[in-house]
């Protein structure tokens, strides 16, 4: 084996790959260009590599692991097409997101009771049914919405129509994956249909909601929260104004979160390479899943607020919670 690259700011991998491949390469995702991935087999990435014909065509990359969750930034067509397996990290960072859910609710209950208020789960994958099963834990009337899973059977649950969720729901909060159909999902229709006084959260991707239609609608909202903004790193300030609570993409960024997405992304790389030593890598850690009640998500607001350009910066020097 020859070549593969890895952002630098995944964390816990480096020395891992060293003995199987001849030549192993460290880079920030600015530096991952069509020039650094040319003689490269693999690559081990972030959300910030964008993987389509623009940075592949031509290069000897047949292995692309993202240690994510989503994979929007990935063109799985155009790789499919061109011999290349993209893999993710599903559920990964799970109940990372989880927490920083109840964390902002946690902020919103004590400016508002929230006893007895619905919770409306958009999407109810990985992170979704975390949070609706914690809602639920914690006292909250609990609504979930999930097309694909209710056309697949359900798997179990008791899901809604979005109509219903949306008119019936105190708190909504999305976390559905980026397709190209579903771009602008929460619209300006989707917030008519929102309770007036309603809280909104969206940790899912930026280009779930349409911006100018949330802030078409501020005064009719209760309090939002934002992680996830359209055109990272270059978001939106009006929206960072006008949000009640606004994050930099760091809601999954737990030491679990990342452990979870290095093993998975390694042991990907393994069974691709067949590298039999690291089928069942994994990192050895004691560190919690969530800690709800210990984070100081606010701590996190004043990070993104004093600094909004430092966006990419702020995400890359995180200190990982857990």
């Keep these: 084996m020859h070549k593969i690259v890895i952002d630098k700011a995944v964390p816990y991998i480096s020395g891992v790959f060293e003995p199987y491949f001849d030549n192993v390469v460290y880079a920030p995702a600015a530096e991952i260009d069509a020039a650094a991935v040319r003689d490269a087999d693999a690559l081990i990435i972030r959300t910030r590599t964008k993987c389509n014909a623009a940075l592949l065509e031509g290069s000897a990359v047949k292995f692309i692991a993202t240690a994510t969750i989503g994979m929007d930034h990935i063109d799985a067509d155009w ?122 959260l969206n940790a899912s991707r930026g280009g779930i909601v349409d911006e100018a239609a949330l802030l078409a609608v501020r005064g009719k909202l209760g309090p939002i929260a934002i992680d996830v903004w359209k055109g990272e790193p270059r978001i939106n300030m009006e929206l960072l104004a006008a949000a009640d609570i606004a994050t930099p993409h760091i809601a999954g960024y737990t030491k679990v979160g990342k452990i979870n997405a290095t093993v998975a992304s390694v042991r990907a790389a393994a069974k691709f390479f067949q ?48």
């Design 275 to 322: 590298i039999d030593d690291l089928l069942q890598f994994e990192i050895k850690h004691d560190y919690l899943p969530y800690n709800i009640e210990g984070y100081d998500i606010l701590k996190d607001d004043l990070l993104l607020r004093k600094a909004p350009y430092d966006f990419e910066l702020i995400r890359t020097n995180y200190s990982l919670r857990g």
């Design 79 to 200: 790789c499919a097409a061109n011999g290349i397996l993209a893999v993710n990290a599903p559920g990964c960072n799970a109940d990372g997101v989880m927490e920083w859910v109840f964390a902002a609710l946690n902020v919103f209950s004590a400016r508002r009771s929230l006893e007895g208020a619905t919770l409306g789960v958009i999407g109810v994958g990985q992170v979704g049914h975390r949070v609706a099963d914690m809602g639920r834990k914690r006292g909250f009337r609990v609504l979930e919405n999930d097309p694909p899973l209710q056309a697949a059977g359900g798997g179990g649950r008791e899901l809604t129509d979005l109509d219903t969720l949306l008119a019936q729901s105190d708190i909504v909060t999305v976390h559905i994956p980026l397709w190209e159909q579903n771009r602008d999902f929460a619209d300006a229709a989707f917030f008519a249909r929102m309770k007036p006084g309603a809280i909104f």
